[in-house]
């Protein structure tokens, strides 16, 4: 089992680009979570999607879009990138309990 | 309002005992889980506490006290590895069954050989 993987590993964009960042798990968890961070903060939630076909506004979801393709998948996508967007982006899935998994990390920077 | 307050820094030397607080204000509450990063990784789940009291988990153990809103980690014979940061995570009641947690802005825990 991968767990939580995510694509790509690092991305640099200009600022307007548009980028969507991949997540898929294969632990057959019904929820998942996208989260950024910055240096020296903690977790903050964009957005996550409680079962397939539904989704759901975090802590800081300007600037963001999300699709939950299916059980497995669920996207993240920047339409317009902007500096303050330059940040660590996880993804994460549970069973709807205390424990999340979380995958690698998308390192992005906005130029 | 929800919120989560831990120390930012936290230092000791291998092989003491550590103890990282958190104190948490939401509506209503679930329960307290506490998540391990090292640098450059991903977060990782330590433990989760629903109800009062204290559970262990081999060198680490973690206590809740509900009443008080409060909850702490406890790190014992420290090693290197374990310095990281420490995150603890509460559900509240509005998150209902989607598992959304809120968390803390994180304990850097520094281990000096």
């Known amino acids: 089992n991968a767990g939580v993987t995510q694509t790509p590993k690092f991305q640099v964009l200009k600022t307007g680009q548009s980028m969507t960042l991949q997540c898929a798990q294969d632990m057959n968890h019904n929820s998942m979570y996208w989260y950024r961070q910055d240096p020296g903060m903690g977790l903050r939630l964009i957005y996550y999607?409680?079962?397939?076909?539904?989704?759901d506004k975090g802590e800081v979801p300007n600037g963001y879009n999300v699709s939950r393709l299916n059980k497995r998948e669920f996207s993240l996508r920047l339409e317009s990138a902007a500096p303050s967007q330059t940040s660590v982006y996880f993804c994460?899935?549970?069973?709807?309990?205390?424990?999340?998994?979380f995958g690698p990390g998308t390192r992005l920077t906005v130029l | 309002g929800q919120s989560l307050e831990q120390p930012s820094e936290v230092t000791a030397v291998e092989g003491a005992i550590v103890q990282i607080n958190c104190t948490y204000q939401?509506?209503?509450?679930?329960?307290l889980s506490w998540y391990q990063q090292h640098d450059g990784g991903a977060p990782t789940f330590l433990s989760y506490n629903g109800l009062d009291g204290l559970e262990e988990t081999g060198r680490f153990s973690s206590f809740l006290s509900r009443s008080d809103s409060y909850g702490y980690l406890l790190l014992q014979e420290l090693q290197m590895k374990d310095s990281a940061s420490y995150f603890c995570?509460?559900?509240?009641?509005?998150?209902?069954?989607?598992?959304?947690?809120?968390f803390g802005q994180g304990t850097t825990l520094q281990v000096k050989p």
């Open positions: 939401t509506s209503g509450f679930y329960g």
């Open positions: 995570a509460v559900r509240d009641f509005d998150s209902g069954n989607t598992g959304k947690l809120i």
């Open positions: 994460a899935s549970s069973l709807a309990g205390m424990e999340q998994f």
């Open positions: 999607s409680a079962s397939e076909g539904t989704t």
